[in-house]
């Protein structure tokens, strides 16, 4: 048999025309074996071999390869079938049984037969040398083998340096490990407070072995000088999902007692119920370790309630908590004052009696002056972050100030409390500053003044304005407030006094509040107060003067349109307040209760519409689904696009686009500003 293909007149010199430089250099790393007893080819193919594997065994039997595989480390075997003592196919399977990555060749002939080429395949070799050898086959299958071991040298590389890594960073876990086992006492406990967990600390502080520990209820390290409303607050705020925190004297195995600082926390399951709860403690009997162990009680108390709410917060994360509390707020609280603020203006169109125009106004300013609170707690973040956006208008100071004031009037006089309002005469008819933020620190200071004054007392509000400034004061004859707590009050969820909210109620956030659009306005909140006195709260703000304000006019356009309106919406004040808002335009109403009513409306009266008016806090089915199946059947069915408006309280950043990306024509917030509605409406049905 020649060795070399008969078209290949010099095997070297046609092989030299392959670029063959870098592959060359990795296979001088390479360790093989190989495996021939065929004298002629040996040492011919053995030649060939040498110009690529510097690291080369050479053996005559299978037997002498497997006793040389067995002491050395080869990365590649490559092995003719017809050897002796084991054969080719018998020596591949020996080796397989001990490793399965290792990379296999064989030397085959054309005339190999179909069961032996089966044999080879289900042993899962990587290639095969024909026999003669052909250059570009010969070339292709060496270039596919370095390829394959170069990538398994990539691998074993990085997988060596992985498992560095994680030693050295098993080693640091361990060390602060034994830090905690040394100076944190740790347990946990089942949700009736028997001990299921001690760490070591545990068990060397309280002289407990972890045997007795463990199965036994916590009281037994319970000492007789605590107080029982201290584990009364402390199993409260557990089974309510809090975490509690404060210091407990506990009793040792020989009598003795040691304090600790401990933070107690639930432990949430993948259902999010409570399953148990860990406790984290820091020695703190001797003085002279507390700084030492402040610093490690910090670092691991945090990581450990982390580490104890991770589920939790997996399914919980605070930003998402927080936009769906102000997306579910705005739209409970926009959705009633949608109707409230509707049927006040239809009211207003037709009563001619002046005092019942005057509470209807009142009415008017008190809901969009709720309204503006409400935006300004949907931007709450920017409070925080002190990124509070200032809206200067012009406004008529007489009917503002006045309008803020009488609203307490009727709850002064309810407390039987002198109320005395003072608008000086010198301050100039128009202004221009951010009103609302203005009339939302009038009314927090009186509502405060109010809530504090007992009856009999006092209340006085005083609007001055001079040398470009307004001066604003409110004073009471109320409780007062403590030396020691006027710096905190002005605090975000803070009051005089635990006791001040049990009795007076209030969630502390006003003042934090005033405070700041104050200081956004470009003055200070100044406090004085004296305790079982009184308080008076004032400040000045600068205020240019502002030019006339015209009315507004919010009537409806009267201009009949007409059309067919489905009106998907689950609120029954608002369907009532739409029917006649739509009506008195010239609209024809049906009304659906969700969205799935108003899919099912649409599929049996697709051609009845002029447009759909759309809510999206929907039971059953949202907007946003209802329009999907809507513009879906409407595909499906080449039925023409019947415009749909979003008609919805969800009035936070990016609402509009969401709703505009989902298939809707258009968007309008609630409360409803008809003007809008009836340009919107008009340019529909023009379209």
Not at 239 to 256: A, R
Not at 549 to 577: C, H, M, P, S, Y
Not at 618 to 623: E, I, L, Q, R, T
């Amino acid at each position: 048999m020649n060795l070399i293909d008969n078209n290949n007149e010099d095997f070297f010199k046609i092989l030299n025309q392959y670029n063959l430089e870098d592959f060359i250099d990795f296979s001088h790393t390479v360790k093989v074996l190989y495996v021939d007893k065929d004298s002629n080819l040996l040492d011919d193919i053995s030649d060939i071999f040498k110009i690529f594997f510097h690291k080369l065994d050479i053996v005559t039997s299978g037997k002498e390869a497997l006793n040389l595989f067995n002491k050395n480390k080869y990365d590649l075997i490559i092995t003719a079938i017809d050897i002796p003592q084991i054969n080719g196919i018998e020596l591949i399977s020996a080796i397989r049984k001990v490793s399965r990555h290792i990379t296999i060749l064989t030397l085959t002939t054309q005339k190999m037969e179909s069961k032996e080429l089966i044999d080879l395949i289900r042993l899962g070799i990587d290639g095969h040398i024909l026999i003669p050898i052909e250059i570009p086959q010969f070339i292709g299958v060496l270039q596919k083998v370095i390829e394959i071991l170069h990538n398994k040298q990539g691998l074993y590389e990085y997988r060596i340096n992985l498992e560095e890594m994680v030693k050295d960073k098993t080693i640091e876990l361990q060390k602060y490990l034994n830090i905690i086992n040394q100076h944190i006492l740790i347990s946990t406990t089942d949700l009736n407070g028997v001990i299921t967990y001690a760490n070591e600390a545990f068990c060397s502080t309280s002289g407990y072995t972890k045997n007795e520990l463990i199965g036994k209820s916590q009281n037994i390290v319970r000492h007789p000088d605590m107080s029982k409303s201290v584990f009364k607050q402390l199993w409260r705020n557990l089974q309510n999902g809090k975490t509690w925190q404060g210091k407990i004297k506990n009793l040792k195995k020989d009598g003795n007692y040691y304090w600790v600082d401990a933070v107690i926390s639930p432990n949430f399951n993948k259902q999010g119920k409570i399953d148990s709860y860990n406790a984290i403690r820091t020695n703190v009997t001797h003085k002279e370790q507390l700084e030492e162990l402040t610093k490690i009680q910090e670092t691991v108390i945090y990581e450990q309630i982390a580490i104890a709410n991770k589920e939790r917060d997996k399914a919980k994360k605070s930003a998402n908590a927080k936009s769906e509390f102000l997306a579910n707020m705005s739209h409970e609280i926009r959705t009633p004052l949608n109707a409230i603020l509707g049927f006040v203006e239809i009211l207003k169109e037709d009563e001619k009696d002046k005092n019942k125009l005057k509470y209807l106004n009142i009415i008017n300013k008190t809901s969009k002056s709720l309204l503006g609170i409400i935006n300004d707690i949907l931007d709450f973040s920017k409070i925080e972050s002190g990124k509070i956006s200032i809206d200067n208008v012009d406004f008529d100071s007489f009917d503002e100030f006045e309008t803020v004031s009488e609203l307490f009037r009727i709850a002064c006089m309810e407390k039987h409390i002198e109320y005395d309002v003072q608008l000086d005469k010198n301050i100039p008819k128009y202004l221009n500053n951010d009103v609302q933020k203005i009339r939302q620190v009038i009314s927090n200071l009186l509502s405060n003044a109010i809530k504090f004054t007992s009856s009999g007392k006092k209340i006085e509000l005083n609007i001055s304005y001079n040398n470009n400034k307004l001066l604003i004061s409110i004073k009471d004859e109320g409780i007062g407030i403590p030396k020691n707590r006027q710096e905190l009050i002005f605090n975000a969820f803070s009051q005089a006094d635990i006791s001040t909210t049990r009795k007076f109620g209030g969630t502390g956030l006003g003042l934090s509040i005033s405070n700041a659009y104050v200081k956004k306005l470009g003055g200070e909140l100044i406090l004085e107060s004296q305790e079982n006195v009184g308080s008076r709260f004032y400040f000045s703000i600068p205020c240019n003067l502002g030019k006339k304000v015209k009315l507004i006019n919010n009537t409806i356009n009267t201009r009949k349109i007409k059309g067919k309106v489905l009106l998907v919406e689950d609120n029954k004040a608002n369907q009532i307040f739409m029917n006649v808002v739509l009506k008195k335009l010239g609209l024809e109403l049906e009304i659906a209760n969700d969205g799935i009513e108003a899919v099912e409306n649409y599929k049996n009266n697709s051609n009845s519409y002029s447009f759909i008016l759309m809510d999206e806090n929907m039971p059953n089915m949202d907007g946003i689904e209802a329009t999907n199946e809507i513009i879906k059947y409407e595909k499906l069915n080449d039925i023409k696009h019947t415009p749909i408006i979003a008609l919805t309280a969800n009035a936070l950043k990016g609402d509009r686009e969401r709703f505009l990306n989902a298939g809707m024509d258009e968007y309008l917030t609630k409360p409803l500003d008809k003007e809008k509605l009836s340009k919107i409406l008009n340019k529909i049905l023009e379209n």
